[in-house]
Every structure is written in structure tokens, then in C-alpha cells.
């Protein structure tokens, strides 16, 4: 199995490095990088492409939700999970609408860290159980909200670009994309760019949740 490269994200570096500990602990992953700031982030997962990057949301200069839009909007397959000491639900969903995959707080232990944080590696959403109720009254509120389908089609998918959203919904990288279509990994990134482009959403799950909805998978 291949290893989990992770990008720490906080202005602290005395947890830096104690999160640092934790992570290198693993078998399974490892620490290529760190940043202090959200502008430092943008650069390092950039420049080291990371499969996880754990992040703060306050810090000086750019903050850690604005790094999350910026990452998600280069680099869409890297997983973002939000670690901060902030409970604020305008927060918890200003990260997931920027692309974080999990809100989780500080005072959380390694052990259940850890467990979320590969699930959010498998798709899953890595929430601390405690704002998780704040999650739950918004899709209520959303549900409640959510308007009838107009009926209106989205600009129609190519039949590759069907085959590579359905593959994104079952959780599959781009790597699995790319070596179960016999692709290569450049034309899958290509097919996904056009696949967001069309149907105007901001990361390859909102992709999957919304092509579920207009019936188009």
C-alpha cells in the first residue's frame, strides 16, 4: 500500500511537531512538509502535491479557509481536513463549502484523530462528533430549502466523462481512473477539469452528489 503524504498546516510549531510525531508514528503515513501560514500552504502543497494536508484556520496572513479554497481549486484529489481550536459553525461550513473534507477540533485525541482522518481519506466526512449536529440542521435546513428541479439540462457529458464521474463516486483516485479506463493519469485530470466546468461545482464530490441528484449517474 502506498504511503499517505501529509502537509501539516498551523502557525504553532510546538504542535507541529507533536502532530508530526503522531503521523510519522504511522505505518501507513508520513510528514513531506509544513507551512505556518495559509500563503505557505498554498506553495508547499503545490510544490509537493500531498495526499492529506491537516489544517489550521487561523493564522497570520492567509488564513486556512481561504488555503482551502486555493488548494482545492489546484489540486482537487488532495484531501483537506480542517484542524482547529474553532467551534463556529460559519467556520465548519465555510470549510466544507472551500473543499475541506472533515472539521475536526483540537481537543480531540490521536486515536479518534487518526481514525477520522483515514476515513476522510476513503471519502468519508471527518467531523467531531460534537458539531456534527450542526451539519445535521443544515442539510435539514438545505432539504427544506432545496428547490424543485427546474428540468433544466446541464451541458451534456461526453461518454468518457460519464464513465470517469462514476468512477469518482464510487471514491476511486484518479490513479484507479486512469489505470481502469486505460488512460493516462494527465487525460483523467483533463476529463475531470471539463466534468467541474459543466456542471459548475467546485470539487469532484460535489460533482458525484450533484450528477446523483440531476439523475445524470
Known amino acids: 500500500m502506498d504511503t499517505i503524504r501529509v502537509l501539516l498546516v498551523d502557525d504553532h510549531t510546538l ?11 504511522q505505518p501507513d503515513m508520513t510528514v513531506v512538509g509544513e507551512a505556518s501560514d495559509g500563503l505557505e500552504a498554498v506553495v508547499k502543497a503545490r510544490e509537493l502535491a500531498p495526499d ?9 496572513g492567509s488564513d486556512g479557509l481561504e488555503a482551502t479554497r486555493l488548494i482545492n481549486q489546484a489540486l482537487p484529489d488532495a484531501v483537506i481536513v480542517v484542524l482547529t481550536v474553532h467551534s463556529d459553525e460559519q467556520k ?3 470549510a466544507i463549502k472551500n473543499g475541506a473534507q472533515g472539521y475536526l477540533l483540537k481537543d480531540i485525541g490521536s486515536a479518534k484523530m487518526l481514525e477520522l482522518i483515514r476515513g476522510a481519506l476513503r471519502g468519508e466526512a471527518a467531523i467531531t462528533p460534537s458539531l456534527a449536529g450542526y451539519m445535521l440542521e443544515e442539510f435539514r435546513r438545505l432539504s427544506r430549502d432545496l428547490p424543485a428541479d427546474s428540468g433544466e439540462p446541464v451541458e451534456t457529458l461526453t461518454f468518457r466523462e460519464q464513465e470517469v464521474l462514476s468512477l469518482v463516486a464510487t471514491g476511486a483516485s484518479d490513479k484507479d481512473i486512469a489505470e481502469q479506463l486505460c488512460i493516462s493519469l494527465h487525460t483523467v485530470k483533463s476529463h475531470m477539469r471539463n466534468i467541474l466546468s459543466k456542471l459548475h461545482v467546485n470539487n469532484r464530490y460535489e460533482a458525484a452528489r450533484y450528477a446523483r441528484y440531476k439523475g445524470i449517474l
Open 92 to 94: 465548519l461550513f465555510q
Open 15 to 25: 504542535f507541529r511537531e507533536g502532530l508530526a510525531s503522531i503521523i510519522d508514528a
Open 52 to 60: 492529506l494536508i491537516l489544517m489550521d484556520v487561523t493564522m497570520p
